[in-house]
């Protein structure tokens, strides 16, 4: 089975191209800054640089809505190919053609702007509530509620 699921930042505005031949469709050509899980031997390059690849609606959506920066969770697959440049050398290509494509955030947070969602611990005691602002999103639970939810 051939499965990818990417969540990066574009690093530059997509390319988008119109293909050429009978039944033309939209292309679109990114690389996404994919986050490592950890870094080798401490070193500085802590992201992958993926070769993207998007046709037809998906293309056109990514021509629409997506720029430099933009995070997104893209799933698809690996597709391998080969060319013959100028100089009569073949290439080896190695693209993930996005297939399904989704904003990872919210349009605010990808500005750096607040209203993103974000998580804060809870200050105090251990053992005390949590008690945010009135307009962070959250309620207050009394303590001993537990008693009285059927799933705790």
Do not use: H
């Amino acid at each position: 089975m051939n499965v990818v699921v990417l969540v990066g930042r574009l690093t530059r505005d997509p390319d988008i191209r119109q293909s050429q031949g009978e039944n033309q469709t939209v292309v679109a050509r990114y690389t996404l800054a994919v986050d490592r899980r950890f870094s080798r031997n401490n070193s500085e390059q802590s992201a992958d640089f993926i070769s993207m690849v998007s046709f037809g609606k998906t293309a056109e959506f990514i021509e629409k809505y997506v720029r430099k920066g933009t995070k997104l969770v893209v799933r698809g697959r690996i597709q391998t190919g080969s060319y013959t440049n100028r100089d009569g050398q073949k290439v080896y290509t190695t693209d993930v053609v996005g297939e399904d494509v989704e904003f990872a955030e919210s349009k605010k947070a990808s500005e750096g702007a607040d209203g993103g969602a974000s998580y804060s611990e809870p200050r105090g005691d251990a053992g005390s509530s949590y008690s945010g602002g009135a307009d962070d999103g959250f309620i207050n639970v009394p303590d001993g509620i537990n008693e009285e939810l059927p799933f705790a």
